[in-house]
């Protein structure tokens, strides 16, 4: 029979890796830890609430194009609907992780070029420019 270790548990079942990563956590039972493992999925939370930051300003941006290009009467409320929604999804990611916060204008930068494109791809017609601060996005 093969003998589990958690490096196999880890990779074979990520539930229980989880749940025994958790009680000898609570335990103290440090010795038992998968360090190697647990330090990856810390890191990969962290990653996650970027990314989420991240997307959440790129479809702000893109919505706010939408209203100040195309400005089709039919989507308006729609377009400004979602504008809200992400808003309110980024309101709280900030609030669970408020030094993201200083990552803002540095991530409305490196998102402007991505939701133009993302624009540009169903509304090519249109000549974008980099108008909207982090006032424009949080308001």
Do not use: C
Not at 78 to 104: G, R, V, Y
């Amino acid at each position: 029979m093969e003998k589990v270790t958690a490096k196999t548990k880890y990779e074979k079942d990520f539930a229980l890796w989880i749940e025994e990563t958790v009680s000898n956590l609570r335990n103290k039972n440090f010795k038992a830890l998968d360090l190697k493992n647990l330090i990856e999925e810390v890191e990969s939370l962290g990653k996650n609430e970027q990314r989420s930051l991240k997307s959440f300003i790129r479809q702000i941006l893109v919505h706010k194009f939408k209203l100040k290009y195309v400005a089709d009467p039919y989507n308006i409320g729609h377009w400004n609907e979602e504008i809200a929604n992400f808003q309110a999804e980024m309101e709280t990611l900030l609030e669970d992780s408020p030094s993201l916060k200083t990552k803002l204008p540095e991530y409305l930068e490196d998102q402007y070029p991505k939701a133009i494109r993302q624009f540009n791809k169903k509304y090519p017609q249109y000549k974008v420019e980099k108008e909207f601060t982090i006032a424009d996005i949080v308001e």
